[in-house]
């Protein structure tokens, strides 16, 4: 008789099918932390407890991890958290109250995400990627984000949406945390500088050359040409814009090749 396979459950996670990038001993235990439901999805997020147990080295366990949280002593951008199965995700900026140090969860070409150290004045805010665009009651436009977070946009003249008009998905927004008002906005077009945040390039940063659509737009070949002249095509889906001239954060030497 063939033997079963082994199932997790929809609660339960099993160590050696949980995402590759993350940086756990696949053999030490059966089981990982399963992210809850939440801003972002399980193959592009962390759970809390391992990013303070395993990437910051706060905690020896996964209860020492809890017992942190209890003290409502970290921030997810601007919000305390204490639930250790919070998924984290791109972007996001991470507030260690006792220590006053802040990372943001930026992507990394050999670990796929890390955590950056970035000032107090940088924690402020937040780049978001726009997901979904779409008409509401009340003469609005509700923009979705690639963390869960809805924007409504008012219209004076729905006949003639004009700033509405400018927002398109894969558009990325500058956003203050945890206020929530947008400072400043970039469209996703050639010339403005990106971050690739999946697939085989992971990590790689330039500016954007050229945008090859050939039908659905998400699976556009995108051309990208980092500073030193590097060159790397992947689909559009993967390209996060980050700037115009320059990039409003701060990225990781290992990403930009040049220290910030």
Do not use: C
């Not at 809805?150 to 206020?179: C, G, H, Q, R, W």
């Amino acid at each position: 008789m063939p033997r079963q396979k082994r199932r997790g459950s929809l609660r339960h996670l099993r160590r050696h099918v949980a995402p590759s990038f993350w940086p756990i001993h696949r053999k030490e235990y059966a089981w990982a932390v399963k992210p809850r439901a939440g801003p972002h999805p399980l193959y592009r997020s962390l759970p809390l407890g391992v990013v303070l147990r395993d990437m910051l080295g706060y905690a020896r366990n996964m209860r020492e991890a809890r017992k942190i949280l209890s003290w409502r002593k970290i921030e997810v951008d601007g919000r305390i958290i204490t639930d250790y199965k919070f998924p984290v995700g791109l972007m996001d900026v991470i507030h260690i109250i006792p220590t006053d140090e802040y990372y943001r969860v930026v992507s990394h070409p050999v670990k796929f995400f890390i955590l950056h150290p970035i000032s107090e004045e940088e924690a402020g805010y937040k780049l978001l990627r726009i997901i979904r665009k779409q008409y509401v009651r009340g003469k609005a436009i509700q923009l979705t984000f690639h963390d869960g977070r809805n924007y409504l946009i008012t219209l004076k003249d729905v006949f003639n949406p004009v700033e509405a008009a400018s927002y398109s998905t894969y558009d990325v927004v500058k956003m203050t945390i945890p206020k929530q008002s947008i400072e400043d906005h970039v469209k996703f077009e050639p010339g403005v500088w990106a971050l690739i945040i999946d697939g085989s390039h992971v990590g790689f940063y330039g500016k954007i050359e050229d945008i090859n659509v050939i039908f659905k737009r998400s699976r556009a070949i995108v051309t990208i040409k980092s500073p030193s002249g590097e060159i790397r095509r992947t689909i559009l889906e993967y390209v996060f814009p980050v700037g115009r001239e320059k990039p409003l954060i701060s990225l990781p030497a290992e990403v930009t090749g040049s220290v910030q």
